[in-house]
Nanobody, 123 residues
């Protein structure tokens, strides 16, 4: 079993930056892909960015050039660096982990989920 715990959400002004962290524990050697998803009110959870153990990444178009996903294997932690934040980035952000090796986007492919952290972009 793997546990993932997010931290770092909060309130930020438009144009500002925020960093989310997600720390994994348990059988972490089984994890190959980790990622961030978000959920807007009344909407389904959607991909933000994912990263494979070798460093390959995928981003959703709306965050390309603004968000960066990274990982620190020594700390079993990965991050979402969010820059140039917009009001439309306001959502609950979830970290997730996958044992499969492929970089895939459907949420059903992810085995472990955090509890979510609220990000609010507002002046």
């Amino acid at each position: 079993q793997v546990q993932v715990v997010e931290s770092g959400g909060g309130l930020v002004q438009p144009g500002g930056s925020l960093r989310l962290s997600c720390t994994a524990s348990g059988s972490i050697s089984s994890i190959n892909v980790m990622g961030w998803f978000r959920q807007f009110p009344g909407k389904q959870r959607e991909l933000v960015a994912i990263i494979r153990s070798g460093g390959s990444t995928v981003y959703t178009d709306s965050v390309n050039d603004r968000f960066i996903i990274s990982r620190d294997n020594a700390k079993n932690t990965f991050y979402l660096h969010m820059n140039s934040l917009k009001a439309e980035d306001t959502a609950v952000y979830y970290c997730a982990a996958r044992t499969g090796r492929m970089l895939v986007t459907p949420i059903r492919e992810y085995d472990y989920w955090g509890q979510g952290t609220q990000v609010t972009v507002s002046s």
